[in-house]
């Protein structure tokens, strides 16, 4: 099943924004002076997290977002406004007298090894509250559906959410709250309320073991906060809810290898209102929620999930079950499956099919959801090494690249460069090989970006053809 957008959808976000920091290094001794890790510093980098981590996750969805919180009369404040706007996240951030929440990573080999935190949890200044409900209530109209992202950072006080959801149910417009602490009468009446498995146990005192003991929980929920759906993230065991029948329902997590866990909670919250104010039911939300967490899970740090890499998960195996399917005639073939995707193009012979070629594609589909291979015709070919070349026909050179598992689609051009069918791809991503580097790239005024990619050293046809030259020679 796949979920496709109908129509354009706005979220208002209100909650705590936070910046996180990561510091890239490598530790290779103990110090000195106490049984210690030293990193020694490499780079640093900068992410959106709480509720901002939910927005960028919209954002990736092709949802409009409008966030408002707080943040520090400080740099840090400063720098996290600026990466909200520079997402495309419309940022209403008001300056409070406490610091802006970091959360600084130390990073070694892409192990977390100490995470320090600046923040402040008390409330905000009654001004800012009022401040910020009245800009709410005098946009609420725009809005599909509203996310109360709560890290008990201060700006989710319980009279301040009680206000907040009950404008929002005044115009009929979902509530969705990602809860935190013990106290969910701050939540009452919201439409869907998504604590995770020991946030959930934590708050009703249930133990859940089974399925039983879930339900159990899970009516508890709505008892504490009257929700319409009361949900629980469970992991590898996806998510469970109570629908307008209390029958309870579990959609399994699509089965993904994990690497971070950070901000799953956030993408699924966000899938989840995009999906509802799209007009979903709560069963095909909760299968397009776990899809884009099986897609972040995947990934370092807080990371976000696109529609393409999405659909790519829900997709009821639009498996492609031969290579001959993968090698198509004309773009009109597959549009359809190329929107909302991030598109990877690149190009060249691939006459006798090696090692570099593969690692070559292979992070060339890393970069995207769809990696498009343009192949030079036989007669394109010839006109560029000769007439002893290619040593494979276009077909078997075809098969060959559609065979690999990287490769999505391969199209087979007769000119002699590319631009033409890049002029109508139109790529996110244009890949080349590092010999590139300070050369124009044809077709590079088509493509969002140009990637260059290393070659493996001495892993070349021209090479494979002279060895095997030398050997008839011998």
Known sequence: MVIQQHKATHIIIIGDLMLDKYIWGSANKLSPEAPVPVVRIEKEDFSLGGACNVA????????????????????????????????????????????????????????????????????????????MFESIQSTIVQYDCMILSDYLKGVLS???????????????????CDPKGTNYAKYKNATLLTPNKKEAMEATGITICDDI??????????????????????????????????????????????????????????????????????????????????????????????????????????????????????????????QHKKVVFTNGCFDILHYGHVSYLEKARKLGDVLIVGLNSDESVRR?????????????????????ACVSYVIIFDTDTPENLIAKIRPSVLVKGADYANKEVVGAKYAKSVELIDFIEERSTTHIIKKIQNIAQS
Not at 86 to 98: D, F, L, T, V, W
Not at 384 to 404: E, F, T
Request: glycine share 6%.
């Open 56 to 131: 960028n996750n919209l954002i990736a969805m092709d949802s409009q977002v409008s966030i408002y919180g707080a943040i520090g009369n400080d740099a840090e404040g400063l720098l996290l406004r600026d990466c909200l706007i520079n997402k495309g996240i419309q940022a209403h951030c008001y300056k409070s007298n406490r610091p802006t929440t970091i959360k600084t990573r130390v990073m070694s080999v892409k192990h977390q090894m100490l995470r320090i935190d600046k923040e402040a949890t008390h409330n905000l200044e009654p001004n800012i509250y009022e401040e």
């Open 158 to 176: 319980d009279s301040f959410t009680q206000k907040l959801i009950k404008l929002a149910n005044s115009f009929a417009i979902p509530v969705l």
């Open 213 to 338: 003991t879930l339900s159990d929980c899970l009516k508890e929920l709505r008892t504490l906060c009257h929700v319409s759906y009361p949900l629980i993230t469970l992991s590898e065991d996806g998510i469970g809810y109570l629908d307008s029948n209390e029958v309870l329902h579990k959609k399994p997590t699509i089965a993904r290898e994990v690497y971070d866990v950070s901000g799953a909670g956030d993408t699924v919250i966000a899938a989840l209102a995009l999906q509802l104010a799209q007009g979903a039911n709560l069963s095909q939300a909760t299968t397009f929620a776990n899809a884009a967490a099986a897609v972040v899970i995947g990934k370092l740090g807080s990371a976000t999930a696109s529609l393409g890499e999405i659909q790519d998960f829900l997709a009821p195996r639009r498996v492609i079950k031969d290579a001959k399917s993968k090698i198509i005639a004309h773009l009109s073939d597959i549009e359809d499956i190329l």
């Open 384 to 404: 560029l090494k000769g007439n002893s070349r290619p040593i494979n026909a276009q077909h078997d050179r075809a098969m060959v690249l559609a065979g690999l």
